[in-house]
């Protein structure tokens, strides 16, 4: 047991199980601390503002960078594809939003293929970082906020019908604060979809490299928290938001042995402290990929008797994934949607 500089950003404890160690590009370095009362897994001490906006840019360059424009393509097609079968799962839960937030969203396909399918629907994006916003507003034409969610003081309250976090809440300072601003702003009766992976088996890597080697893990991507889906749900529902259907899925992850086989093999990277000064965005190269290369053929967008044909088509080409309870640490993400009663 260890006392933590940050108390944790759920129940406020100071005390914690030490589980790994990190470094941060050459920005930061921290303990990942699990929590002894409500078993949240985060980074002690917790990166700053700062320190997490340098990160992202660097990484967010450096991506760009490493990958060819097909991946991007391959990638983008992959959350339009996602974002198509969300809007039929909204329709068979009988949610039908107006207006939507979706936090951290990427290149802005998932939401892209939202307001694709569902007509009039009005989508609102915020992004810590400047330039992603940027292109948001270019590519997709949706209103933007360049800030972090815990802040977003600037927004009024019960302004959303839904809010959506993929692949966000690991990313974010405090997601505490994130998830009771996301309650402020979603309208009575609004939802909150949150898909986020298991954090036991997203610290493994970190867990094994410091168990077997003493050593720190190189924080690549910027995860800065681990979840436990249970103390999540239960984290949601403390603040007012009911649980409409959470559950776990995806276990090839774990089949292969992350969060239970002590395989040195899935042991994390040593720390390379890059230094993240030297990523940044080259002018002319910041867009590897246009929209056309994305999205399907204007045919299958245009009129609402084939967009039923193309989701049809996304959702039978996609096989279903296993899901498990929320409190087994099984399955590669977590998935949550509540709403606010
Ligand atoms: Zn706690």
New binding site residues.
Partial sequence: MISRSTP??????EA?FKIGEVAYWDIAEANVVQ??????MQLDPMFTEDEVVAGCIASHAHEKQKLPPRWFIKNNKRHFRAGVRFAAYLKSKGIHPRRVMEMGPGEGYFSRALATMIPGLEVVCVDADEQVAIELKRDHGFETHVGLVEDLSSVPDNEFDLIIGRDFLEHVIDPARVIQNCHRLLKTGGHLYILTPNGYQDVWHIYLRWKLYSDKTDLFGNHLNYFDGA?LVEYLKQSGLTPVDCHQEGAKTFRRGAGWSFDPRHAGPPPKRLPHRDYFFEPGNDQPVSVEDVLPSPVWLDNAFFRKLLSLRYTLGHLPSLEFSINRQVGHYISCLNQKT
């Fill in positions: 944790c950003s759920f129940c406020r404890s914690g929590c002894e009362k409500c078993r949240q103390a």
